[in-house]
């Protein structure tokens, strides 16, 4: 009997589509591999105001995260669009609501890395890579990151860090995913979802 395959949760917000287009390209990096299947989920947007609340399903694009996503994910991508160089407010108010996973260690030796769009090129990036990965490592999530193995790094003129896929969207979000940009989001997916499988190997019997 053939061992179910990993499922690797994509987890983005996205308030124009850039995050999505790029959460599209890792889980395409994910299903380039064998045994593992993405799984995209977003998060519902944060209100101003307290009384409002989200619908139960999204309008279109990918259904909301549970916390059973948590548990049954062998690794994870979280992606999220720049906030002042953090990430957006949806998305930290999920992260702020994973205490019980954390005190599970739900997440804890699962392979995770981040991705992020700007409207700007210059538009902290970097920094919001940064930010997103500091929740993961408080779950014990092993965060990966983007080698220069990836020639595109050394290459693009837009999007692309060693710290996780990136796409500059411009301030309209009209920018096309560059070539580049969509190569290192496709090999962020494969890195992901490879370390998985290594992760999800039994160990050799010693002798």
């Avoid at 049954?72 to 998305?91: D, E, K, L, Y």
């Amino acid at each position: 009997m053939t061992a179910p395959n990993l499922i690797i949760l994509v987890l983005y917000y996205s308030r124009h589509g850039a995050t999505r287009k790029l959460a599209e390209l890792i889980a395409q990096g994910i299903e380039s591999v064998p045994g593992c299947d993405a799984c995209l989920r977003t998060v519902p947007a944060v209100s101003t105001v307290t009384e409002a609340t989200a619908p139960d399903v999204p309008s279109d694009g990918a259904p909301y995260v549970e916390a059973d996503d948590l548990q049954a994910c062998a690794g994870i991508a979280v992606g999220s669009p720049t906030r002042f160089g953090n990430m957006a407010a949806s998305m930290k108010y999920f992260w702020d609501g994973t205490s019980s996973a954390w005190l599970s260690g739900a997440l804890a030796g699962k392979p995770a890395c981040v991705f992020t769009s700007t409207g700007s090129l210059h538009g902290g990036q970097e920094s919001t890579l940064l930010t997103m990965m500091v929740p993961l490592l408080h779950h014990g999530l092993v965060v990966l990151g983007l080698p220069y193995t990836n020639a595109e790094l050394m290459t693009t003129a837009s999007g692309g860090t060693p710290y996780g896929a990136s796409h500059w969207a411009g301030l309209d979000g009209a920018r096309p995913i560059t070539d580049d940009e969509k190569r290192l989001a496709i090999a962020q997916g494969r890195r992901l979802a490879e370390t998985a499988v290594r992760l999800a190997a039994p160990l050799p019997l010693r002798a």
